[in-house]
C-alpha cells in the first residue's frame, strides 16, 4: 500500500504516453505537469483526433432556402471527459478535461493531426490506476489531511481514534508521525462497505474540511487526498478551496486544547456527518456565513437570516403554526371572500410556515435559555429587530429606521446563535460552550453589541419583564 501521499502544495510532472480509452491505439508521447496551486495541465506533441466540421455550430435555412451555419467559439472547444497516461510504469488518469490549445491549431478531419502542441487543463487527476468513471463506487476508502487536524493530538502523542458514522469506519490516524518520512502528519481515513464514486469521496473529504474549519474556527487547507482501492492508496489531486501547508495546529497551543476537548473528535465529527446528510444545505450556508467576506452589511443581513431559516428547517426544530386540516380550511375560506384579482396573491402569501422570526426564537430556545441570556438581553426583541431588517431590506430595497451600527449588531447576534445551534447539535458541551462565550472574540463582539444595540427601550419591554424590573 502507498503510505507517502502527494500534497497539493508540492509540484509534479509527468512524461509518458496518453490517450483516450476509446482509442488506445493512439497514443501521443506529452507532459503531464501539476504546478502545486491545483492546475494541472498536459502539454501533447500532437493530437488525439479531428472533429468534422459539419457536425459544428447550428445550421439554419431561411426562406429563399439559403444555408447558413453559425459558429461560436464555445462550438470549437473540445472537451475529454477521461484521458490514460503511463509515466515510468505509472497508470494516470485524467478527468473534465478541456483543449485549450490556439483556434489556429484546432484539429478538423482530413488535418494532419501529427503536427503541432495540444494544450489540455483538467479538473481532476489520480495517480496509480486507471479509473473508468467517475459515477461507480470504485472507491472503498479515502484518506484526507486537514491543517488544524493535529488540534486533537492527546499530549502523550500517539493517540488514534477509531469510530463508526453513518455505517461508514472512520479512524483519525498519524498523529505523533510528522517527523517520520513516510507520513505527513494526521489524516482521516473512512472506510465503507458500500463503496464510494469519486464525487462521494469529494463530498466526504470537503464535509471533513468543513468540520475542522468550524471547530477551529478557521478556513483550513486540505493537504493530501488519497482514494483506496483494494490494497492500494491512490493520490487525487485537485483544485480545493484552499490548499494546506501540512500545518498539525495553526492555532497557539491553549486553544488546540481547548478545542480537543470541547470537541471530542469521535462524538463531534460522528454527529457532523449526521448533521451533514440531514442539512447539506444549511452546513454549505454556515461555513459561508463564517469565513467568506460579504462587501457590505446588507450582504450578511440576508446571508445570516437565509442561514439561520435554512438550519431551524433542516434540524425540524418546530412544526407548523396551524393543523394542516384546519389551515386548508381557513385558507379556502378567505379565497372564497376573496375578490378574484387578489385570489392568487393570497395563494402565494398564506402559507402554513413558521416565520422568520418564529425560526430564529426556535434556534435560540434548542441553544438554552442560560447561554442565550448571557449572549442576548432580549431574544424576542433581537428576533422582532432581525426579522423587519431583513423584510424591509428584501421588499423595500433598504432597511427603515435601523442604524449600521444596530445591522452589524444583528448579523454578529444571528451568526453566534447559529453558531451555538449547530455546536448543541454536534455534541459540545454547557459548560464549554460558555467558555468558548466568554473566551472568543467572535463572540465577545457579539454580547458588547447585543447590549448596545439590542436592548429594548423601556416602552417595549413586556409588561411581565416591567414587573420584574420594579420589583
Same mark, same amino acid.
Given at each position: ?165 453513518? +455505517? ?7 498523529? +505523533?508521525?510528522?517527523?517520520? #518520512? ?61 490548499? +494546506? ?18 470537541? #471530542? ?46 438550519? /431551524? ?7 407548523? #403554526? ?16 376573496? #375578490? ?54 428584501? /421588499? ?43 473566551? /472568543? ?31
Amino acid at each position: 500500500m502507498n503510505e507517502s501521499p502527494f500534497p497539493f502544495a508540492e509540484k509534479g510532472e509527468w512524461v509518458g504516453h496518453w490517450w483516450l480509452p476509446e482509442n488506445p491505439g493512439n497514443r501521443i508521447f506529452g507532459t503531464l505537469r501539476y504546478d502545486g496551486r491545483g492546475n494541472i495541465e498536459l502539454k501533447l506533441e500532437g493530437f488525439f483526433g479531428g472533429r468534422n466540421m459539419a457536425d459544428v455550430g447550428k445550421v439554419t435555412i431561411d426562406n429563399q432556402g439559403n444555408i447558413a451555419r453559425t459558429v461560436r467559439s464555445r462550438d470549437l472547444r473540445i472537451s475529454y471527459d477521461i484521458i490514460y497516461g503511463v509515466s515510468d510504469g505509472k497508470e494516470i488518469t485524467i478527468f473534465n478535461a478541456e483543449d485549450k490549445s490556439s483556434i489556429k491549431n484546432t484539429r478538423w478531419c482530413g488535418v494532419n493531426n501529427s503536427v503541432g502542441n495540444c494544450r489540455i487543463s483538467a479538473d481532476f487527476l489520480i495517480l496509480g490506476q486507471h479509473v473508468r468513471n467517475t459515477e461507480d463506487k470504485l472507491f472503498d476508502g479515502l484518506r484526507v489531511s486537514v491543517d488544524n487536524l493535529g488540534c486533537w493530538d492527546s499530549l502523550e502523542g500517539g493517540q488514534e481514534f477509531k469510530f463508526s458514522a453513518l +455505517g461508514k469506519s472512520v479512524e483519525i490516524c498519524g498523529f +505523533g508521525s510528522s517527523e517520520k #518520512p513516510n507520513q505527513r502528519g494526521p489524516f482521516c481515513q473512512i472506510i465503507s462497505g458500500e463503496g464510494f464514486s469519486l464525487q462521494e469521496a469529494l463530498d466526504e473529504v470537503r464535509a471533513i474540511q468543513n468540520f475542522i474549519s468550524f471547530v477551529v474556527n478557521q478556513f483550513s487547507g486540505i493537504v493530501w487526498v488519497q482514494l483506496r482501492t483494494g490494497n492500494e492508496c491512490l493520490d487525487l489531486l485537485f483544485l480545493p478551496v484552499k490548499i +494546506g501547508v501540512g500545518t498539525g495546529v495553526a492555532r497557539g497551543k491553549f486553544d488546540a486544547e481547548l478545542t480537543s476537548n470541547a470537541f #471530542p473528535i469521535d462524538i463531534a465529527l460522528s454527529k457532523w456527518f449526521e448533521l451533514v446528510n440531514r442539512a447539506q444545505a444549511a452546513i454549505n450556508m454556515v461555513i459561508t456565513m463564517q469565513f467568506e467576506k460579504m462587501p457590505f452589511i446588507e450582504n450578511d443581513l440576508l446571508m445570516v437570516t437565509m442561514t439561520a431559516e435554512v438550519l /431551524h428547517r433542516n434540524l425540524k426544530l418546530g412544526g407548523r #403554526p396551524y393543523v394542516n386540516k384546519e389551515f386548508k380550511l381557513m385558507r379556502e375560506k378567505l379565497l372564497e371572500a376573496a #375578490p378574484d384579482g387578489y385570489k392568487e396573491m393570497i395563494k402565494s402569501s398564506i402559507r402554513n410556515e413558521l416565520t422568520l422570526r418564529q425560526r430564529l426564537v426556535g434556534l435560540a430556545d434548542f441553544v438554552g435559555e442560560d447561554l442565550i441570556s448571557a449572549l442576548i438581553p432580549d431574544v424576542e426583541y433581537w428576533a422582532k429587530e432581525t426579522t423587519k431588517a431583513r423584510n424591509y431590506l428584501t /421588499h423595500e430595497g433598504k432597511v427603515k429606521n435601523q442604524s449600521v451600527e444596530e445591522l452589524i449588531a444583528i448579523v454578529d447576534v444571528t451568526k453566534a446563535v447559529v453558531v451555538l445551534s449547530v455546536m448543541r447539535y454536534i455534541g459540545v458541551s454547557d459548560e464549554y460552550q460558555k467558555i468558548i462565550v466568554s473566551r /472568543h472574540r467572535q463572540f465577545i463582539k457579539a454580547v458588547l453589541r447585543a447590549r448596545e444595540w439590542l436592548t429594548p427601550p423601556s416602552e417595549e419591554i413586556t409588561e411581565e419583564k416591567q414587573n420584574n424590573t420594579n420589583a
